[in-house]
T-cell receptor
Framework: DTAVSQTPKYLVTQMGNDKSIKCEQN?????MYWYKQDSKKFLKIMFS???????INETVPNRFSPKSPDKAHLNLHINSLELGDSAVYFC????????????FGEGSWLTVV | SQQGEEDPQALSIQEGENATMNCSYK?????LQWYRQNSGRGLVHLIL?????REKHSGRLRVTLDTSKKSSSLLITASRAADTASYFC??????????FGQGTRLTINP
């Protein structure tokens, strides 16, 4: 009965590879997010989707491409991975984009070697 | 840009003591939220306080908000080992996103 689930939880890959992280929420929420948490625990929003429409893109490199096939899913595809992409990526959802409570997934630990 | 800044960055206390964490921010907000993150886990929402509220309670948690000083505090009373975690404040400035600080790492020693 996990509310926001993301896979994989751990991912180790080589520089230059392309990888995807999948996210699904069963809360019936309209808004989904991707956040990046760096090694210093700083949590920064990357993207926000509302009903499958992109509403926030926080100057993330074009190598990062979110895709929302429906409002319950928001996947993150990363091309040409770089060492600096190593971080924890959190998917999250909220009832609407208006600053309400956000429900986070458990995170995906990405290590680029 | 980073909005909330938590203080202290790390806090270590004995079980049973109270823990106080502070958050400062720079611009006007609609609400401020506190989240907890256990090691290796996602963030969990603790409490939301709106800009027209000054204090809010939830169990052993007490949150205050001073909009004139642009600051908030989170007080955990009678701390337990299970309270060991990182605590983040997040501010809603009405731009359809929450902006998080870097968190306070709280350690409760048995």
């Amino acid at each position: 009965d996990t509310a926001v689930s993301q896979t994989p939880k751990y991912l180790v890959t080589q520089m230059g590879n392309d990888k995807s992280i999948k996210c699904e929420q069963n809360l019936g929420h309209d808004t989904m997010y991707w956040y990046k948490q760096d090694s210093k625990k700083f949590l920064k929003i990357m993207f926000s989707y509302n009903n499958k429409e992109l509403i926030i893109n926080e100057t993330v490199p074009n190598r990062f491409s979110p895709k929302s096939p429906d409002k319950a899913h928001l996947n993150l595809h990363i091309n040409s991975l770089e060492l600096g992409d190593s971080a924890v990526y959190f998917c999250a959802s909220s009832p609407d984009p208006g600053g309400n409570t956000i429900y986070f997934g458990e995170g995906s630990w990405l290590t680029v070697v | 840009s980073q909005q909330g800044e938590e203080d202290p960055q790390a806090l270590s206390i004995q079980e049973g003591e109270n823990a106080t964490m502070n958050c400062s921010y720079k611009t006007s907000i609609n609400n401020l939220q506190w989240y907890r993150q256990n090691s290796g886990r996602g963030l969990v929402h603790l409490i939301l306080i709106r800009s027209n509220e000054r204090e809010k309670h939830s169990g052993r948690l007490r949150v205050t908000l001073d909009t004139s000083k642009k600051s908030s505090s989170l007080l955990i009373t009678a701390s337990r080992a299970a309270d060991t975690a990182s605590y983040f404040c997040a501010t809603d400035r009405g731009a359809q996103k929450l902006v998080f600080g870097q968190g306070t790492r709280l350690t409760i020693n048995p």
